[in-house]
């Protein structure tokens, strides 16, 4: 018997909402200003930081966190303190489902599939979330799995590894364009942009589906059963 077709999904900002420059600004704001700090330039140097730590061979998320902070507020001229990581950690733990995520995962389910999560996290963290979506999923594979972070092949071959579908019988959702959608053109897979920040595609990885949220997805993709 062929397996139920699966939708494999980025979990972080598709899923979760899970902003951590959101949550970095007030740990750090009165000493950014102190020293005249631009807060979007931090930030926007805080993310590009994060990005160069999971491309880096593999260390855990919650090291490429840390380490991203303490080096931004080192560019600068910020004093870190640990107790900034520590009660940044505490509040991504807490970072809720978007709205319409339970019931579109739970209508897929009722429409005959299976759905995954491929995550950019450690397996200690991964769980709180999950819980905080509340709906079961069938697999989870994080980068601590896999031994490598999206967009590296290695992240998504070890997902497919996991996976019992063949390649026609995967879908991948997600709303990271660099980590997710450029990266898995490769594989021949359908691939769903959630593009909820209205950000610009590129005719050069098409083919891929564009919705706003996830409440489009049991739609588009229909009734497997």
Not at 22 to 37: F, K, N, Q, Y
Not at 43 to 55: E, H, I, Y
Not at 78 to 85: C, G, L, S
Request: with cysteine.
């Amino acid at each position: 018997m062929a397996h139920k077709p699966v939708v494999t999904f980025d979990c972080y900002r598709t899923l979760v909402d899970f902003d951590l420059n959101r949550a970095t600004l007030p740990i750090v704001r009165d000493r950014l200003d102190e020293v005249g700090v631009d807060h979007a330039e931090f930030l926007d140097n805080l993310r590009v930081m994060r990005f160069q730590g999971v491309a880096q061979p593999y260390r855990r998320y919650a090291d490429i966190v840390r380490e991203s902070l303490e080096v931004c507020m080192l560019l600068h001229g910020v004093v870190f303190r640990d107790e900034d990581f520590e009660r940044l950690m505490a509040s991504a733990r807490e970072f809720p489902a978007f709205p319409e995520v339970p019931g579109a995962l739970r209508l897929l389910k009722e429409n005959g599939y299976e759905i995954a999560i491929i995550t950019n996290s450690d397996d200690d963290l991964i769980p709180y979330h999950v819980a905080n979506i509340g709906v079961e999923f069938d697999y989870v594979v994080t980068a601590e799995q896999a031994g490598a972070y999206k967009p590296r092949d290695q992240a998504f071959q070890h997902l497919f590894s996991v996976l019992p579908q063949s390649m026609d019988r995967i879908t991948h959702a997600a709303q990271g364009w660099e980590y997710d959608i450029m990266p898995t053109k490769k594989y021949g897979i359908r691939r769903v942009w959630v593009n909820r920040y209205n950000r610009t595609g590129s005719a050069a990885y098409q083919p891929y589906d564009e919705i706003p949220d996830l409440a489009g997805l049991p739609p588009l993709l229909g009734d497997a059963r």
